[in-house]
């Protein structure tokens, strides 16, 4: 069995699955079904696809990646498709958090 991919790839993946289940097993705040949260997605995607496309450019990289230690899928300008998955379970995360928490404060 073949280890390539498996030192950022698992974790990426690994995040992506724990946020998923987090919402849909334990918090169940409805977020996914939310248009402001799609919207939200969209907002990052086109800050973290610059951004990130120029730290990680294949011809002057300021960000380098162990190619041993991701899928080599890149898309769009170079950027590792982990970058993605983490980028989704980091928001992600942090809006269920968000949410929780909201749901948890007395009412007034």
Same mark, same amino acid.
């Given at each position: ?32 079904? *939310? ?13 973290? =696809? +610059? !951004?990130?496309?120029? $730290? ?7 960000? *380098? ?13 170079? =950027? +590792? !498709?982990?970058?993605? $998955? ?23």
């Amino acid at each position: 069995m073949s280890l390539h991919g498996i030192g950022y790839t698992l974790p990426a993946v690994g995040a992506l699955v724990a946020v998923c289940a987090a919402e849909y097993v334990w918090l169940r705040t409805g977020l996914f079904r *939310r248009p402001a949260y799609w919207l939200t997605m969209i907002i990052v995607l086109v800050v973290q =696809i +610059p !951004v990130d496309g120029w $730290l990680t450019k294949l011809d002057a990289p300021i960000v *380098r990646y162990d190619t041993d230690q991701i899928l080599g899928l890149r898309f769009p300008w170079d =950027i +590792p !498709v982990e970058d993605f $998955l983490f980028g989704f379970a980091l928001v992600t995360s942090v809006l269920l958090a968000w949410e929780r928490a909201r749901r948890q404060e007395p009412a007034r």
